[in-house]
T-cell receptor
Framework: NAGVTQTPKFQVLKTGQSMTLQCAQDMNHNSMYWYRQDPGMGLRLIYYSASEGTTDKGEVPNGYNVSRLNKREFSLRLESAAPSQTSVYFC????????????FGQGTRLTVV | SQQGEEDPQALSIQEGENATMNCSYKTSINNLQWYRQNSGRGLVHLILIRSNEREKHSGRLRVTLDTSKKSSSLLITASRAADTASYFCATGNSGGYQKVTFGIGTKLQVIP
């Protein structure tokens, strides 16, 4: 049982390049989330998908787009990477949006130079 | 801004001692969760306590919730070196959409 799988684990981008972070869960969860973690800032929600077919902005959505491809997969796209997007990105899923534990992937460490 | 704020930000104890971490939050909540993060890894869920509960136990973990003070505490008893990690509280708000907001964490070091 893989849980939540993120790819890639590490990535270095040049300013202005684009990339997509992939996330897949095999737990049949309805809700999926993308967070970024920066030192001293905790985890901040970028986008979430309460259920298949819906996506909504979180706390820090600027510079990002998401796609809920199907129930399993939720991708995060950086259209034009900026150094301020250097961070560790975590995907998470939960069986429902209300009052349920979230399961996290191992993270993607992204550096934008 | 963060909803939950953990205190202390760093804690160093000897193996076998108890570790207590606190979380304060600002607005009304539906539930509060505690997570652990080992260095370089994703977060792992530890325990969830609902707003109508006051205390919950799971193995060596004890969580309390005081909604009147808008605070929660996580107690780890008989700590082990493997408990070395960062601990985060996450609050789920009341209302239709649950926004889960994480604090910045408490970094716990357990010295063997």
């Amino acid at each position: 049982n893989a849980g939540v799988t993120q790819t890639p684990k590490f990535q270095v981008l040049k300013t202005g390049q684009s990339m997509t972070l992939q996330c897949a869960q095999d737990m049949n969860h309805n809700s999926m989330y993308w967070y970024r973690q920066d030192p001293g800032m905790g985890l901040r929600l970028i986008y979430y998908s309460a259920s298949e077919g819906t996506t909504d902005k979180g706390e820090v959505p600027n510079g990002y787009n998401v796609s809920r491809l199907n129930k399993r997969e939720f991708s995060l796209r950086l259209e034009s990477a900026a150094p301020s997007q250097t961070s560790v990105y975590f995907c998470a899923s939960s069986v429902r949006q209300q009052g349920a534990e979230a399961f996290f992937g191992q993270g993607t460490r992204l550096t934008v130079v | 801004s963060q909803q939950g704020e953990e205190d202390p930000q760093a804690l160093s104890i000897q193996e076998g001692e108890n570790a207590t971490m606190n979380c304060s939050y600002k607005t009304s909540i539906n539930n509060l969760q505690w997570y652990r993060q080992n260095s370089g890894r994703g977060l792992v869920h530890l325990i969830l306590i609902r707003s109508n509960e006051r205390e919950k136990h799971s193995g060596r973990l004890r969580v309390t919730l005081d909604t009147s003070k808008k605070s929660s505490s996580l107690l780890i008893t008989a700590s082990r070196a493997a408990d070395t990690a960062s601990y985060f509280c996450a609050t789920g708000n009341s209302g239709g959409y649950q926004k889960v907001t994480f604090g910045i964490g408490t970094k716990l070091q357990v010295i063997p």
